[in-house]
């Protein structure tokens, strides 16, 4: 389950990126924390929204709930897609204060977000009276923005679970799920969640004659993560950390057949997440500045979501795969063990 590490990454890969070049979150930081907010807000808005949706799949692998005092273990893996229009955002120079573009050409244009292209756009930073950088003041400088992750095989958000099942009563299931305490590099990130699948049919003859089964799904997920930015940071300062926190409902209605072995199901949903992300510590911009939690970034994402898959079960054994279509399209793959 290491891949969930890579969710939390693709925010810390804006501050890495940032501090690989000279000292650009520094100058970025300095022409007013107004503009770095602004900035960083677009740069990150696709994984914050993404990252709602790849931790909202694979709670269900039938419109059936398990049977009453049934058990299921399952182990469930998720992949988000990022799609074209997610990997770059417009740049409008008029919002800013202190931001232009270094060749003068337009105030407007398409940068990279965090999952755009590796390469990305010079701006010239304008200092207010006041600042000192470099030894002189009122300076303009040119900054290379940061660029995004810029290979194809980042352009997914992976995720994975440990997941139980449990039924206290018929046609009631209880679920919990689980990514446990993860450590990379500076990088600390755990999730879990916990839901509720109830048959809606149980106490209906027409069970009995079709084959069929149709249950709502209730879930919430929580992931929590931060990354310690003072080993790597070229800023001085203190208490240098990076925080992300998400936290989504999920809403599902699901129909399906009722086999003994194969089945099929498709379901019609609602996701509705928000990312809470900030920068916070002091940071030493130039010696007569100094400023702290300088960043704070709230995401709010919610949208529609359909999904279609299959189930195959060999005795206490199965598999299941599904596809969701929404704003971040999913695939899912999970292996369950009941008994």
Do not use: H
């Amino acid at each position: 389950m290491k891949t969930l590490n890579l969710t939390f990454i693709f925010f810390i890969c804006m501050f890495t990126k940032i501090n690989s070049q000279s000292d650009p979150l520094s100058d970025l930081l300095a022409a007013g924390i107004e503009d770095a907010q602004r900035f960083a807000e677009g740069y990150t808005a696709p994984a914050s929204e993404g990252l709602v949706y790849a931790i909202n799949n694979g709670w269900f692998n039938s419109a059936k709930p398990l049977g009453r005092l049934k058990f299921e273990i399952s182990v469930v893996g998720n992949t988000s897609f990022v799609k074209d229009e997610n990997t770059s955002f417009n740049l409008d120079t008029t919002a800013y204060q202190n931001i232009s573009f270094a060749d003068g050409n337009s105030s407007s244009r398409m940068v990279p977000t965090i999952f755009g292209a590796s390469t990305s756009e010079t701006v010239s930073l304008s200092y207010d009276a006041g600042f000192d950088v470099d030894g002189i003041e009122d300076t303009t400088i040119d900054v290379l923005l940061p660029g995004g992750i810029g290979t194809s095989e980042f352009s997914f958000i992976p995720s994975a679970f440990l997941q139980l099942g449990f039924s206290p009563l018929k046609g009631t299931e209880l679920k919990a799920r689980i990514a446990p305490n993860l450590t990379y590099s500076d990088a600390k990130v755990n999730a879990y969640g916990f839901g509720i699948q109830q048959d809606l049919l149980f106490w209906l003859p027409m069970k009995k004659i079709l084959p069929i089964a149709l249950s709502g799904v209730v879930a919430y997920t929580q992931l929590e993560g931060s990354y310690d930015l003072e080993s790597s940071s070229l800023i001085g300062g203190d208490n240098q950390t990076l925080t992300v926190d998400v936290s989504s409902m999920l809403y599902q209605l699901v129909l399906g057949t009722n086999l003994k072995i194969i089945n099929f199901y498709g379901s019609l949903g609602f996701v509705d997440g928000e990312t809470k992300t900030e920068l916070l510590g002091e940071y030493i911009i130039t010696d007569s500045n100094t400023v702290s939690d300088p960043i704070k970034i709230s995401n709010e994402t919610s949208n529609m979501r359909t999904t279609l898959g299959t189930s195959l079960k060999f005795g206490f054994i199965g598999i299941n795969v599904d596809y969701t279509f929404s704003e971040y399209d999913s695939a899912n793959f999970g292996l369950n063990i009941g008994f």
